[in-house]
C-alpha cells in the first residue's frame, strides 16, 4: 500500500513540477474559464435574480470546458517522449497511474474554481462563496475527473484525442452535472434540505461508482 | 534466465511474430538482428510486458512474466525509440521520479552515479528538451539502469550516441554481463552487434532463424551468415507458396 501511495505521490510531484516550470494547463485553463465567464456577463442583459438563478449552470459549464484542457493536456504530456510507456514500466500496480493522474487533475480545476467562483461573485454582486457550495464544486469536479481521466486515457491513443475527449466525456457525465447544478442551485437560491440531500447523495454515488470503475478497468484499459 | 516460448502476435491481419522461441543466460549479450519490420521491437514490447503476446509463455527465472508483472518489472531495465523522458524536467528530476517509481535505495547517490556514468553531469540540471538527442539517449540509459536491473531490454541503444559515448556504454554492459545480468539488444548494425554480443538472433519473418554465437566472428562473415540465413527462409517460402 505504501508503495502504491508513493507512485501517487511521485506523479503528482512530477506533473505539479513540470506545471510549475510551464504554467501550460492552468494557463490555458484560466484564460478560457475567465472568458466563458466574461462572455456570459456582458452578453447577456440579465436582472440580478436571473444572474443568480444562471449562476450555478455558467460556472459548472466553466468548470467543465476548463477541466477539458487539463485532461487532455496532462495525458498529452505522457504521450510526448512516449512518457505513458516509461509509467507502465515501473514496478508498481497501474491504477497508482490513474489515481495520480486524477489528483493532479482535480488540483488543477479546484485552482480554477478557487478563481472562477470569486470573479463571477464580484462581476454579479452576488456570494456564491460558501462551504455549501464549496462541498459541492469538490463532489462534482471529482466525480468528473474520474470519468475524465479514465476516458482520456482511452482517448490517447487516438490520432484526434483532443476532439473526442469532449465527444465520449460529456455524455456519460451528464447524471453528474445535473446533480451538480441542482445543488448548487438549491444552495445558492435556497430550496429544501431534502433535495439537497438528495442530490448531494448522487454526487457522492457518481464519484464512488467511477472510482470503483478505474479501479477495476484502468489496468485493462491501457494494455495494448 | 529469459526465456520466451512459442510467442505470436499479430497488429490486425498482419502476423508479426509467429512462433518466436529464445533464451538468454545470464550473463549473456544477445544482439537481436534483422530488417526493418522484422518484428524486434514488437519482440521487447511484449518481453518488456508492455505489449500483451497472442500467444506463447515468457518466463524470467522459471516463472511467468504474466503472475507477477510487477515484479518482473522490477527486475527489467527497458531502453525503446521514445526516450520516455519529461522534457519539463531536468535530467536529474527525470532520473529522481524514475527512482522514486522503482523505490531506488539510496537514490541521490544511484542517480549521481549514474549521471556521471553516461557523462551528463555537466548537464543534470539542465531541462530535458534542451538535450540534443544524443543525450536523451544516454539520459534515458541511465533511467533504465538506475534500479539495477536484472535483464536489459534495448531497441537501438546506440541511436545517436557517438562514439566515445558507444564506447562507455558497451564497456558498462560488458561489466554489467560479468556481473551475471543478461542483456538483449535490437540492432540492425552487424558491426555494432559484434563489438558487444556473445550471440547473434536473427528475426526474419516473425522468427528466429539463426542464433550464432558470435565468439570472433568479424561484421562481415556475420553479414555472409545472415545473408545466407534469410536467403534460404525466402527461397522455402517461395517453394511453399509454389507447391
Not at chain 2, 57 to 84: E, T, W
Not at chain 2, 119 to 128: F, G, I, P, Q
Not at chain 2, 203 to 232: E, F, K, N
Request: net charge neutral; aromatic share 8%.
Amino acid at each position: 500500500m505504501k508503495r502504491f501511495l508513493d507512485a501517487i505521490l511521485a506523479i503528482v510531484w512530477k506533473d505539479l513540477l513540470a506545471e510549475r516550470r510551464t504554467r501550460e494547463i492552468m494557463g490555458a485553463m484560466l484564460v478560457f474559464a475567465l472568458t466563458v465567464i466574461l462572455i456570459f456577463i456582458f452578453a447577456f442583459d440579465l436582472s440580478v435574480e436571473m444572474r443568480r438563478k444562471a449562476a450555478a449552470g455558467v460556472i459548472w459549464v466553466t468548470l467543465c470546458f476548463a477541466g477539458t484542457i487539463s485532461l487532455n493536456r496532462s495525458m498529452s504530456i505522457e504521450k510526448d517522449r512516449e512518457g505513458m510507456d516509461g509509467l507502465l514500466l515501473a514496478p508498481v500496480d497501474r491504477t497508482a497511474i490513474y489515481f495520480g493522474k486524477v489528483l493532479v487533475n482535480w488540483v488543477y480545476i479546484l485552482l480554477s474554481a478557487l478563481i472562477v467562483v470569486p470573479v463571477y461573485s464580484i462581476f454579479n454582486n452576488t456570494n456564491l462563496v460558501s462551504w455549501e457550495f464549496a462541498g459541492i464544486i469538490l463532489l462534482g469536479t471529482l466525480g468528473y475527473i474520474l470519468t475524465g481521466t479514465l476516458l482520456s486515457m482511452l482517448s490517447i491513443q487516438l490520432r484526434t484525442r483532443d476532439m473526442m475527449l469532449p465527444v465520449l466525456l460529456f455524455p456519460v457525465v451528464i447524471p453528474l452535472l445535473l446533480a451538480a447544478v441542482r445543488a448548487s442551485t438549491i444552495i445558492l437560491l435556497g430550496g429544501a434540505a431534502s433535495e439537497l440531500h438528495t442530490w448531494m447523495l448522487l454526487l457522492a454515488g457518481y464519484d464512488l461508482l467511477f472510482f470503483a470503475v478505474g479501479l477495476m478497468v484502468f489496468d485493462k484499459l491501457i494494455e495494448e | 534466465m529469459l526465456t520466451a516460448s512459442n510467442l505470436y502476435k499479430s497488429f490486425g491481419s498482419r502476423r508479426v511474430l509467429r512462433g518466436v522461441n529464445m533464451e538468454i543466460d545470464r550473463g549473456e549479450i544477445v544482439a537481436l538482428i534483422g530488417v526493418n519490420g522484422a518484428g524486434k521491437s514488437t519482440l521487447l514490447r511484449i518481453l518488456s510486458t508492455l505489449t500483451r503476446a497472442d500467444g506463447g509463455k515468457i518466463s524470467l527465472d522459471g516463472n511467468s512474466i504474466y503472475k507477477d508483472p510487477a515484479r518482473v518489472r522490477q527486475q527489467i531495465g527497458v531502453v525503446l525509440h521514445a526516450p520516455m523522458l519529461y522534457g519539463s524536467l531536468t535530467g536529474r528530476e527525470n532520473l529522481r521520479f524514475f527512482s522514486r517509481m522503482f523505490e531506488v535505495a539510496d537514490a541521490e547517490k544511484r542517480i549521481s552515479q549514474m549521471l556521471s556514468e553516461m557523462n551528463l553531469t555537466s548537464r543534470a540540471e539542465d531541462l530535458v528538451r534542451t538535450y540534443s538527442r544524443g543525450m536523451q539517449q544516454r539520459l534515458s540509459i541511465a533511467r533504465a539502469l538506475l534500479h539495477d536491473p536484472q535483464v536489459l531490454l534495448m531497441d537501438e541503444p546506440l541511436t545517436g550516441l557517438d562514439d566515445d559515448s558507444i564506447g562507455r556504454l558497451n564497456q558498462y554492459l560488458r561489466n554489467a554481463a560479468q556481473q551475471g545480468k543478461s542483456i538483449l539488444f535490437a540492432t540492425h548494425d552487424l558491426e555494432r552487434a559484434c563489438e558487444l554480443a556473445t550471440r547473434a538472433d536473427t528475426l526474419h519473418r516473425g522468427a528466429i532463424r539463426d542464433s550464432l554465437p558470435i565468439g570472433d566472428i568479424s561484421p562481415d562473415q556475420l553479414r555472409d551468415r545472415y545473408q545466407q540465413v534469410t536467403a534460404a527462409d525466402q527461397r522455402d517460402l517461395t517453394e511453399r507458396n509454389a507447391s
